[in-house]
């Protein structure tokens, strides 16, 4: 089964707006991680936050965390059409597993 | 460097038959996780190896085994394969020293189709 649930689940904007995806899960977690796969292809590490972290920036990419909703946010800036790829979000659920979302296909436009 | 690798890269069946993926750790890794890619679904864990023994098993049935080395590669065996196996089997590697749920490797993948 499905930790988390992404969303929105495709988006489609032009390069250098912004972009948004959520992911709400449903137990208690230690960490957050964010990948992104382009193409079917392998996943490719992110970010990842802790469970007492409420945001982190790793170069145009912001994470937010909520753990009182349940809820992350990736904010993906000034996109570029090399971001088109899809996006997932990843918890632990206090296990030594790492349960993926559904995911989140982003699509930037030149 | 070299990061992970799996292979081969695409590989078909038909069913019944049975198949291995192969999958070597990104170097200085000790434990390999599998993940089943069903197509426009987000990955599902299948087991976790370290010191070549099975730590982790997600929701898969027995017919899917698999095996670690001394050398930490790792296999992914299914046995009497079903059409719904038709999937990217996605190999990630880690270092137990940092918790077996942080930051993992990805391997590009096998993508298996079951005729």
């Known amino acids: 089964s499905q930790q988390g649930e992404e969303d929105p689940q495709a988006l489609s904007i032009q390069e250098g707006e912004n972009a948004t995806m959520n992911c709400s899960y449903k137990t208690s977690i230690n960490n957050l991680q964010w990948y992104r796969q382009n193409s079917g292809r392998g996943l490719v590490h992110l970010i990842l936050?802790?469970?007492?972290?409420r945001e982190k920036h790793s170069g145009r990419l912001r994470v937010t965390l909520d753990t009182s909703k349940k809820s992350s946010s990736l904010l993906i800036t000034a996109s570029r059409a090399a971001d088109t790829a899809s996006y997932f979000c990843a918890t632990d659920a206090n296990t030594d597993k790492l349960i993926f979302g559904t995911g989140t296909r982003l699509q930037v436009f030149p | 460097d070299a990061g992970v690798t799996q292979s081969p890269t695409h590989l078909i069946k038909t069913r019944g038959q049975q198949v291995t993926l192969r999958c070597s750790p990104k170097?200085?890794?000790?434990?390999v996780s599998w993940y089943q890619q069903a197509l426009g679904q987000g990955p599902q864990f299948i087991f976790q190896y370290y010191e070549e023994e099975e730590r982790q098993r997600g929701n898969f049935p027995d017919r899917f085994s698999g095996h670690q080395f001394p050398n930490y590669s790792s296999e992914l065996n299914v046995n009497a394969l079903l059409l719904g196996d038709s999937a990217l089997y996605l190999c990630?590697?880690?270092?137990?020293?940092?918790?077996?749920?942080?930051?993992?490797?990805f391997g590009p993948g096998t993508r298996l189709t079951v005729l």
């Open positions: 936050i802790r469970s007492n972290e």
């Open positions: 170097s200085g890794h000790d434990t």
């Open positions: 990630a590697s880690s270092l137990s020293a940092s918790g077996s749920t942080d930051t993992q490797y």
